[in-house]
C-alpha cells in the first residue's frame, strides 16, 4: 500500500516547514475566487512532486508546459520569501528560460548575487516526495543568507 | 542637406570607439555567409539609430519585434565584451523581457551586481546618433568597471 502524501509522517513534517508554508501562500494567492479553498495545502503541492518512475517517461521535448515555467517561478518565489524572512533582507529572483527548458536563475539582493544557476530538463520539474521539495527550498535559503553572511555590505548596497 | 551617418564627423569618430568596434564584431559573427563582407559598419549600425521623431511614430503596443530584442541584446553583450577588456572579468549579461516590452537587466561577474536596469519602451530602443549609441555604451561599461573596482573581491568571489 502506498501512502498518501499526507500520510507519510516525513511528508506531514513537510508542510509544517516555513518553506512549503510561503510555498502554498504564494499557490493560495494566485486563487482570486477561492475555489482552491477546500484543497489541502498536500493536494496543492502535489504537482511539484515527480517521483523518479514518473520522470523517465516525461518527453524533454517541444516547449516546457506553462505551468511547469509557473512551477518553476512559484519554487524561486518562496526561496526568496523565506530569504526575506530569515534575513529581512528583499531578494528578487530572476528566471530565464530557452524553449528548449534550459535556463538560468539568478537571485540577488542590493549588489551581491545569492544564488547563480543553471537549470537543466525544466520539462522534469519536481521533487520525489513533499520532504526533499521542503529540503530543496530550506537548502537554497540557507545557500542564499549564508552568502548574504559573507558580503553584509555588498547585499545592502 | 542631411550628412548620412558615415559623413558626420562625430559618428566617423564614434565608430572608432572599442565599444562600437565590439558591436560590429558581435553582428558580424551572426553573419555566417559572409553576406554583409560588403556592408559598412556604419550601415550594420544603421538599426540602433532611432532619431525623436522616428521614435514617435513606434508603437509600444503588440510584441517586440525579436530584431529589436536582438539588439537588445547585442547592445549589452557589447557592454561584457567592454567590460571584460577593460577589467580581466568575465561578466555576464541576463535579459529578461515580458511581452509588453518592458524588462529587466542584470549584468554579474562572479558574486557581483555590476548592472541592474529596468527597461522601458523596448519597441523604442535606439539612439539619437552614433555617437549617442557609443556614449551609452561606453557609460554602461564604465558605470560597471566602477563598481567591480568598488568591490574587487567580490566580482573574484
Redesign the interface.
Known amino acids: 500500500m502506498t501512502l498518501t502524501l499526507e500520510q507519510n509522517p516525513a511528508d506531514v513534517a513537510a508542510l509544517a516547514t516555513p518553506f512549503l508554508k510561503s510555498l502554498v501562500s504564494i499557490i493560495r494567492a494566485t486563487d482570486s475566487y477561492g475555489t482552491w479553498d477546500k484543497k489541502s495545502d498536500a493536494s496543492l503541492l502535489a504537482e511539484f512532486i515527480v517521483t523518479k518512475e514518473q520522470r523517465k517517461l516525461i518527453p524533454i521535448i517541444a516547449d516546457p508546459d506553462p505551468d511547469i515555467v509557473g512551477r518553476v517561478e512559484q519554487f524561486y518565489a518562496a526561496v526568496g520569501l523565506g530569504f526575506e524572512a530569515e534575513t529581512g533582507l528583499m531578494a528578487s529572483p530572476?528566471?530565464?528560460l530557452t524553449h528548449e527548458g534550459f535556463g538560468?536563475l539568478?537571485m540577488?539582493t542590493?549588489?551581491?548575487?545569492l544564488l547563480?544557476k543553471t537549470l537543466r530538463d525544466i520539462h522534469r520539474f519536481g521533487f520525489e516526495s513533499l520532504s526533499a521539495l521542503a529540503d530543496a527550498g530550506g537548502k537554497a535559503i540557507s545557500d542564499a543568507a549564508a552568502?548574504a553572511a559573507t558580503?553584509p555590505e555588498?547585499a545592502r548596497?
Do not use: E, P, W
Not at 110 to 113: E, N, T
Open positions: 530572476m528566471l530565464k538560468r539568478l540577488t542590493g549588489r551581491l548575487v547563480s552568502v558580503y555588498v548596497a
